[in-house]
């Protein structure tokens, strides 16, 4: 796992920096403490027309740390605050070790769950092993069902798509989706939801560095009126080492950045087919910052331009 702790109060500094620079930010983006009041803002799952927050939550490998009691605590205040800030989605699967587990353990421990929209994945071949599977997670996670179910990289998905047209009848869960990531089998995926008309939701990765979606699933997504979940907002973390020693550019003020993190994540949300976003992170100090992505204004066509020609410079 990727540290970012030694960055904080780089960004805490250039932060002031911004904010002192002839009142620039003043005028233009709310202070932090305006943001932690504002609403996220939501986006409508096509196919429902049910709206969520536009800012969900990733738990691989932040999460996996069911056997340290002293971790869980840190990992409850973490889904505390992306709770208490208006968070939607929060995304697992059998996969991420003992992600499951903990979130169960995060859950017990929160009297309110806010907006909570749960997601998990199927991650297995074969039909009575998947049902094992997500049965598992539901007595992992503590409840009896599930708002989305996804196939996790699309491991045996005709198969698994029968139960969840099923399940999905029967109650067990709201919504079906697919996942694939890091730009992998978009061909098949393009091919799967052309056909299939059951895929409520699909997860792809999409940021500044990885924008290979924009040409096809995305556009595709739309059409289909699917809606869309990005992974791997800061390419699993990379992103904030390639910006470790820059400063903010002096024109993010304008779209209500106070720090990269919200940067990476207002170029992902501006993008017009996407539903959510799903960083991870480990730290409550990062999840406050993510969590400023999701109110106030976000790059218009021009900026986001300009957000993609900035990091080709890095
Ligand atoms: N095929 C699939 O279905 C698939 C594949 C990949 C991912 N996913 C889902 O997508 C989620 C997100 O992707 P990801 O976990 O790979 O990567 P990510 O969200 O792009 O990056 C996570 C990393 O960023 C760091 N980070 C988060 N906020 C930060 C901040 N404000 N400042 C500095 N560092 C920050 C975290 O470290 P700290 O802990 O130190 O904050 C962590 O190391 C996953 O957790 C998973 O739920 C699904």
Same mark, same amino acid.
């Given at each position: 796992m990727v540290m970012h702790g030694k960055d904080s109060p780089l960004r805490l500094s250039r932060r002031r920096f911004l904010q002192g620079a002839a009142g620039l930010v003043g005028a233009l983006s709310l202070p932090v403490m305006g943001q932690s009041q504002s609403k996220l803002i939501e986006r409508?799952?096509?196919? $429902? !027309?049910?709206?969520?927050?536009?800012? !969900? /939550?990733?738990?691989?490998?932040?999460?996996?740390?069911?056997?340290?009691?002293?971790?869980?605590?840190? &990992?409850?205040?973490?889904?505390?605050? *992306?709770?208490?800030?208006? +968070? +939607? /989605?929060?995304? $697992?699967?059998?996969?991420?070790?003992?992600? %499951?587990?903990?979130?169960?353990?995060?859950?017990?421990?929160?009297?309110?769950? !806010?907006?909570?929209?749960?997601?998990?994945?199927?991650?297995?071949?074969? &039909?009575?092993l998947g049902i094992q599977q997500m049965k598992q997670s539901m007595q992992l996670w503590g409840d009896d069902r599930f708002d989305l179910m996804q196939i996790h990289n699309m491991l045996d998905w005709e198969t698994h798509l029968e139960t969840l047209k099923a399940?999905?009848?029967?109650?067990?869960?709201?919504?079906?989706?697919?996942?694939? $990531?890091?730009?992998?089998?978009? %061909?098949? /995926?393009?091919? @799967?939801?052309?056909?299939?008309?059951? *895929?409520?939701?699909?997860?792809?990765?999409?940021?500044?560095?990885?924008?290979? @979606? %924009?040409?096809?699933?995305?556009?595709?997504?739309?059409? &289909? !009126?699917? @809606?869309?979940?990005?992974?791997?907002? *800061?390419?699993? +973390?990379?992103?904030?080492?390639?910006?470790? %020693?820059?400063?903010?550019?002096g024109w993010a003020a304008e779209i209500g950045c106070d720090n990269w993190a919200q940067f990476f994540l207002k170029f992902i949300l501006s993008h017009p087919h996407v539903t959510c976003a799903i960083p991870a992170t480990s730290r409550v100090d990062h999840m406050q910052e993510n969590m400023g992505a999701g109110v106030g204004p976000l790059p218009d066509p021009a900026t986001r331009r300009r957000m993609i020609d900035f990091m080709q410079t890095i």
């Amino acid at each position: 796992m990727v540290m970012h702790g030694k960055d904080s109060p780089l960004r805490l500094s250039r932060r002031r920096f911004l904010q002192g620079a002839a009142g620039l930010v003043g005028a233009l983006s709310l202070p932090v403490m305006g943001q932690s009041q504002s609403k996220l803002i939501e986006r409508p799952i096509p196919v $429902s !027309g049910e709206t969520i927050p536009i800012l !969900g /939550m990733g738990t691989w490998q932040t999460f996996d740390v069911a056997a340290y009691p002293e971790m869980v605590l840190r &990992r409850t205040e973490v889904l505390r605050t *992306f709770l208490e800030r208006g +968070g +939607g /989605m929060v995304d $697992s699967s059998p996969m991420y070790g003992s992600s %499951e587990e903990t979130l169960g353990l995060c859950l017990e421990r929160l009297s309110d769950r !806010g907006s909570l929209f749960t997601a998990t994945k199927v991650w297995t071949p074969m &039909r009575w092993l998947g049902i094992q599977q997500m049965k598992q997670s539901m007595q992992l996670w503590g409840d009896d069902r599930f708002d989305l179910m996804q196939i996790h990289n699309m491991l045996d998905w005709e198969t698994h798509l029968e139960t969840l047209k099923a399940w999905k009848a029967e109650g067990r869960i709201r919504y079906i989706g697919i996942t694939t $990531s890091h730009g992998r089998r978009h %061909e098949a /995926m393009e091919k @799967a939801l052309s056909r299939e008309a059951d *895929f409520d939701f699909v997860q792809l990765t999409y940021n500044l560095l990885d924008r290979e @979606a %924009e040409d096809r699933l995305l556009p595709l997504a739309a059409d &289909r !009126g699917i @809606a869309v979940i990005i992974n791997r907002p *800061f390419r699993g +973390g990379d992103m904030f080492d390639l910006v470790e %020693e820059k400063a903010l550019p002096g024109w993010a003020a304008e779209i209500g950045c106070d720090n990269w993190a919200q940067f990476f994540l207002k170029f992902i949300l501006s993008h017009p087919h996407v539903t959510c976003a799903i960083p991870a992170t480990s730290r409550v100090d990062h999840m406050q910052e993510n969590m400023g992505a999701g109110v106030g204004p976000l790059p218009d066509p021009a900026t986001r331009r300009r957000m993609i020609d900035f990091m080709q410079t890095i």
